[in-house]
């Protein structure tokens, strides 16, 4: 991932997963989505390549996070927007090659913006513990 990243990317990056949260899509009906609501999004193409290639290592990504999740959480439980920071921030991390330290930081940032309270330190904890 470049450093010209900026938050607005990851607001839409966030979002288009949040949606597919809400929906409850498989993969295949997250590529679907994306194409018949491209504008919708207002990716660059750069960023509809980004998005695939989440898209395409979801379940891994899935599984890493699910596996670091304290004992008493379930992945279900946990609300569709932190799903969504939780996917792509560690889709920077292990896809993108972000310093974690970085897009763990810049997913606390969002979290304080748009989530409960408390919520940024269950992201910070889990994304701390995700083997990258």
């Known amino acids: 991932m470049n450093a010209k990243f900026d938050y607005s990317d ?37 960023e509809e390549k980004e998005v695939l290639k989440i898209i395409n290592n979801f379940s891994e990504l899935k599984l890493k996070i699910k596996k670091v999740l304290p004992s ?37 940032k969002y979290a304080k913006k748009y989530c409960d309270l408390k919520t940024y330190r269950l992201l910070n904890l889990i994304l701390d513990k995700i083997e990258i």
């Not at 929906?23 to 750069?46: C, T, V």
């Open 10 to 46: 990851r607001k839409k990056m966030i979002y288009f997963f949040y949606k597919q949260f809400l929906l409850e899509q498989i993969e295949e009906k997250m590529i679907e989505d994306l194409h018949q609501n491209f504008s919708e999004y207002h990716f660059s193409e750069q």
């Open 72 to 108: 008493d959480w379930k992945w279900e439980r946990i609300n569709n927007l932190e799903k969504s920071i939780l996917i792509y921030t560690a889709a920077e991390m292990i896809i993108f090659k972000q310093k974690k330290a970085i897009a763990i930081d810049n997913a606390i």
